[in-house]
């Protein structure tokens, strides 16, 4: 039964100043998804071999649109809007100086993103979201990418003092647990995004204002992916944000273990940057004793992953249990699966089984030669960013917008939201599949169409691409769809009162030792995994340094 | 923990549920094990 003082914390509302700092967020959002989904739906239409690109764009001007704006800028903000509201929901309403930390650095990723867009869209800079040396884009494009890092890390201490805040106001008592995450994705995104601000600052800026000749090519993608890896967990880490806190209040249930939950992040802030080699297994200049450590890192982040699996099944199964559930798998069907809010992060969840199976595969060492440069990489992270993520900040998105802007999901909102999530599973199922077989035949990734002078095994390629094309449209449908919802959400549903669903932890649950929120132990960790897999190997590449390269511009 | 709470917490299906994620990642990783070593 519900007590008045639950009934009360259910009602408690973010502050509306706090609200309109992550509405903002949130537009730039939703707005990237519109012209980077399209951008999407074109490349598979251009793969195909059925479809030219009009007025001189080029391939792979679009396909940098659609891993830039996608991959970093609609999940960066996202994450910053969605991370703002659930701090303010649970550690109190930020201070005026805190706000204005978070405004200045919207303003000033925003202002980056618009001089990094306006290169690519002006095709100064198709240099794909991994911007790899020797490809060589404008400055501006770089110097717009810096103003994105620095303005990310403004408006992260925003929210980490609030942290501070509360924890000095409470001493002795462990933080609320969303904010503890969202803590620890900001450290891991802070101690990530130091490698590619030193690449692009002192390598690639200076590189492309023609102040230096050559750059280290070896140098700055091992920097990149540095940084590139935890920028996965970065994107991820939210939507378990989500599943571990909002989906046991919406399902009516409770959070299976406050300590697991709090362990399992821990441990993906440390091993999960100490890993970027593990995208570099064909990379020539690194001995495989260093690839290979990294290898095993890597695999640690199987344990918080498992982790996160059985508190998930177990919240869903004692709910369901609760409900009357019977049998080995008779509480599924007690399972709320006709609220959106709960069946939209629910594919996401599922998808992230097959997801994660692929990236076991990825980074078993010399079993990446199977698949890597394939399509099958491309279909790998469109089931983990594009659905496992992707799905689950959709339907976060579904109660977390109505709640800001003082609206309600409808009934009818609530259905066309559950379809959006089947026409986006359909797609995805169709897209990512062939791109995973087809790239287990070869198919490359990064490539526009090409029949490669008539080859009999390229030819074999052509009805996959032809099956990506159809899941890309039937996508670019979904993406039509989350928008509508969206726009409803925002301007014309009925005024009313949204819940933010925030989960209690289950009186079967042990009592959260403090050492959780032990910085030091852990930050100490981390960079000791980071400099015990990174300080040789960087020795290595400085001391035997490969001769520098000019830039190049392809397109 | 008492017989009763730990009757409450029946959790055979997660255990379940939690195996055949792992038989999952077992099979695909030993698939592409075998074309791994087919091709290489």
Not at chain 1, 135 to 157: D, K, N, P
Not at chain 1, 430 to 441: C, K, Q, R, Y
Not at chain 1, 511 to 521: A, Q, R, Y
């Amino acid at each position: 039964m519900t007590t008045i003082t639950e009934k009360a914390k259910d009602l408690v509302k973010v502050d509306k100043r706090d609200g309109k700092l992550a509405l903002a967020h949130i537009y730039v959002a939703f707005i990237s998804l519109f012209i980077g989904g399209l951008c999407g739906l074109l490349q598979t239409l251009v793969r195909s071999g059925h479809f030219t690109l009009p007025w001189g764009i080029g391939y792979y001007q679009i396909l940098t649109v659609h891993g830039v704006l996608l991959g970093l800028i609609l999940t960066t903000y996202f994450i910053f809007g969605f991370q703002i509201a659930a701090v303010s929901r649970t550690a109190g309403t930020l201070t005026s100086k805190q706000r204005l930390l978070g405004w200045i650095g919207f303003w000033v990723m925003t202002v980056g993103v618009v001089m990094a867009a306006t290169m690519v869209l002006l095709n100064e800079a198709s240099v794909l979201y991994t911007f790899y040396a020797p490809l060589q884009a404008h400055w501006i494009f770089y110097l717009g990418l810096t103003f994105v890092i620095v303005g990310s890390w403004i408006g992260g201490a925003g929210q980490i003092l609030k942290y501070i805040e509360w924890r000095k106001a409470n001493p002795g008592k462990p933080s609320p647990l969303i904010t503890f995450m969202v803590v620890i994705n900001l450290a891991l995104w802070i101690i990530a995004s130091l490698g590619v601000a030193t690449s692009v600052l002192f390598q690639l800026l200076p590189w492309s204002l023609g102040w230096v000749d050559k750059v280290d090519v070896l140098i700055s993608r091992t920097l990149f992916w540095y940084f590139g890896h935890p920028l996965v967990y970065f994107w991820l880490l939210p939507a378990y944000m989500v599943w571990y806190v909002v989906i046991p209040k919406i399902i009516g249930g409770k959070i299976f273990s406050d300590s697991l939950a709090r362990l399992s992040f821990v441990l993906f802030l440390l091993f999960s940057i100490p890993v970027g080699f593990h995208h570099q297994l064909t990379e020539p200049g690194i001995s495989s004793f260093w690839k290979f450590l990294q290898v095993v890192l890597t695999l640690m982040v199987v344990i918080p992953s498992l982790l996160t699996a059985f508190s998930l099944f177990a919240t869903f199964e004692i709910r369901g249990r609760m409900l009357g559930g019977k049998g080995i798998f008779g509480w599924l069907k007690k399972l709320p699966w006709n609220d959106a809010r709960f069946v939209v992060p629910f594919i996401g969840m599922v998808a992230f089984i097959p997801a994660g199976a692929g990236g076991i595969i990825n980074a078993s060492h010399q079993m990446n030669q199977v698949i890597h440069n394939t399509i099958w990489v491309t279909g790998h992270f469109h089931l983990t960013v594009a659905t496992s993520v992707l799905l689950t900040f959709f339907g976060a998105a579904y109660w977390l917008v109505p709640h800001l802007t003082g609206r309600v999901l409808t009934k009818e909102m609530n259905r066309l939201a559950i379809i959006q999530a089947i026409v986006w599973s359909v797609g995805m199922s169709i897209m990512s599949t062939a791109m995973h077989i087809v790239g287990l035949f070869g198919a490359p990734r990064r490539s526009d169409f090409s029949t490669y002078g008539g080859s009999a095994q390229a030819a074999e390629w052509i009805p996959y691409q032809l099956a990506q094309a159809i899941g890309g449209t039937i996508l670019f449908i979904g993406i039509i769809l989350a928008l509508y919802i969206i726009a409803n959400l925002l301007w014309f549903a009925p005024k009313g009162d949204e819940e933010f669903p925030i989960g209690e932890v289950s009186e079967h649950a042990e009592k959260t030792p403090m050492v959780f929120e032990n910085w030091k132990i852990w930050l100490t960790i981390c960079i000791v995994l980071i400099l015990f897999a990174y300080t040789v190997p960087f020795i290595d590449m400085i001391q035997n340094a490969p001769p520098g390269s000019i830039g190049y511009k392809f397109w | 923990m008492s017989n009763k709470k730990e009757k409450e917490l029946n959790l055979k299906g997660t255990l379940y549920s939690v195996g055949f994620v792992g038989v999952f990642i077992l099979v695909t990783w030993f698939m592409a094990f075998y074309l791994f070593i087919e091709r290489f």
